[in-house]
């Protein structure tokens, strides 16, 4: 069996952390570690090494935009994929998450089938 790769959901609201999770373990070969703002993911992304982050813009403490950003900017995550799930669907916002380093943008209301989709993409899986 395949190592398993490691996903990190970064989602204030309890109920869309736990949809994308559920999406997520549609993924065989992929474990999920939930965080519940910028924070939090931070915390979790000094303890081990992720093969990519999903996270939401409009978070308490620290917003997904800050969070790419500080992503961007350490050595040792520069390379993860990014994908952002949001409710700001303005193109000047996709704009500004891309420039920043996110890989992906996607806009609430998400389907299932199009996050597996874009991972699955990212993470070069079948």
Same mark, same amino acid.
Request: charged share 25%.
């Given at each position: 069996?395949?190592?398993? /790769?490691?996903?990190?959901?970064?989602?204030?609201?309890?109920?869309?952390?736990?949809?994308?999770?559920?999406?997520?373990?549609?993924?065989?070969?992929?474990?999920?570690? !939930?965080?519940?703002?910028?924070?939090?993911?931070?915390? =979790?992304?000094? +303890?081990?090494?992720?093969?990519?982050?999903?996270?939401?813009? $409009?978070?308490?403490?620290?917003?997904?935009?800050?969070?790419?950003?500080?992503?961007? $900017? $350490?050595?040792?995550?520069?390379?993860?994929?990014?994908?952002?799930?949001?409710? !700001? #669907?303005?193109? !000047?916002?996709? +704009?500004?998450?891309?420039?920043? #380093?996110? $890989?992906?943008?996607?806009?609430?209301?998400?389907?299932?089938?199009?996050?597996? +989709?874009?991972? =699955?993409?990212?993470?070069? /899986?079948?």
């Amino acid at each position: 069996m395949a190592e398993p /790769l490691h996903a990190l959901v970064v989602e204030d609201s309890p109920t869309m952390r736990q949809l994308i999770v559920f999406a997520l373990s549609r993924i065989r070969t992929l474990k999920v570690v !939930e965080a519940d703002d910028g924070v939090d993911a931070l915390k =979790k992304l000094a +303890q081990r090494r992720f093969d990519v982050m999903i996270t939401d813009i $409009n978070m308490p403490m620290m917003d997904g935009l800050k969070l790419v950003s500080m992503v961007r $900017n $350490n050595e040792s995550h520069r390379d993860m994929p990014i994908v952002i799930i949001t409710t !700001e #669907g303005a193109q !000047e916002d996709r +704009q500004r998450a891309l420039s920043l #380093g996110a $890989n992906a943008y996607i806009t609430k209301p998400i389907q299932a089938p199009q996050v597996i +989709q874009k991972v =699955k993409e990212l993470l070069k /899986l079948p």
